[in-house]
């Protein structure tokens, strides 16, 4: 038990659009879900925390207009990151908190590249 | 403030050469330590989850032990598929359920 997915795996966009990344929690329902990014050869860092129905929780520095963050059920959040730059290529990555438990399961990770 | 350090940066093996990996902590209230696998291009894989002074976890050629300043993951007679980025993360007392990574450890096994 406890599997996260993501989709897409791998997405390319130009400069100035907006991408959606979606994080499901498929065997459970998870009360928190996270957002990380990552970038070549360093650790997450960690982007927001969202629980269900309610906004999701902003790490300082992190554009909360920028990087969207909704989570519409217990299985499911989504991140949109509006207006892409080149700069928002990243490898983002979801993690999922199931009750009851303090281990965060991770999704497989959506690398993006912004042209 | 929460802090998370892991030695060495990064370790090669020869096949079944066993060693340990290192993970520092200081941190307000562990609720909780955690060791992940990372393969290239992957998300953190779930290994262990440590929360108490004394507990210790196995896994196969993994085990990993907890004492209230550090966590050691022992690898015993590593296998080349045992090769991966072993990342440590804790998780302090405080009202969110924020983890905090170490930068990891890099393990390269040679056949």
């Known amino acids: 038990g406890a599997v996260v997915s993501q989709h897409p795996s791998r997405v390319i966009c130009k400069s100035g659009t907006s991408v959606k990344i979606e994080c499901r929690s498929l065997d459970f329902q998870a009360t928190t879900m996270f957002w990380y990014r990552q970038f070549p050869k360093q650790s997450l860092m960690l982007m927001a925390t969202s629980n269900e129905g309610s906004k999701a929780t902003y790490e300082q520095g992190v554009e909360k207009d920028k990087f969207l963050i909704n989570h519409a059920s217990l299985t499911l959040s989504t991140l949109t990151v509006t207006s892409a730059h080149p700069e928002d290529s990243s490898f983002y990555i979801c993690?999922?908190?199931?009750?009851?438990?303090?281990?965060?399961?991770f999704g497989p990770g959506t690398r993006l590249l912004v042209l | 403030e929460d802090q998370v350090t892991q030695s060495p940066e990064a370790l090669r093996l020869q096949e079944g050469e066993s060693s340990s990996l290192n993970c520092s902590y200081t941190?307000?209230?562990?609720?909780?330590l955690f060791w992940y696998r990372q393969d290239p291009g992957k998300g953190p894989e779930f290994l262990f989850t440590?929360?108490?002074a004394g507990e210790e976890k196995e896994k196969e050629r993994l085990k990993a032990t907890l004492t209230k300043k550090e966590s050691f993951l022992h690898i015993t007679a590593p296998k080349p598929e045992d090769s991966a980025t072993y990342l440590c993360?804790?998780?302090?007392?405080?009202?969110?359920?924020?983890?905090?990574f170490g930068t990891g450890t890099l393990l390269a096994v040679q056949p």
């Open positions: 440590l929360y108490s």
């Open positions: 993690s999922a908190h199931r009750g009851g438990e303090e281990t965060q399961y």
């Open positions: 993360a804790v998780q302090g007392g405080g009202a969110t359920n924020k983890l905090i």
């Open positions: 941190v307000s209230g562990l609720r909780g």
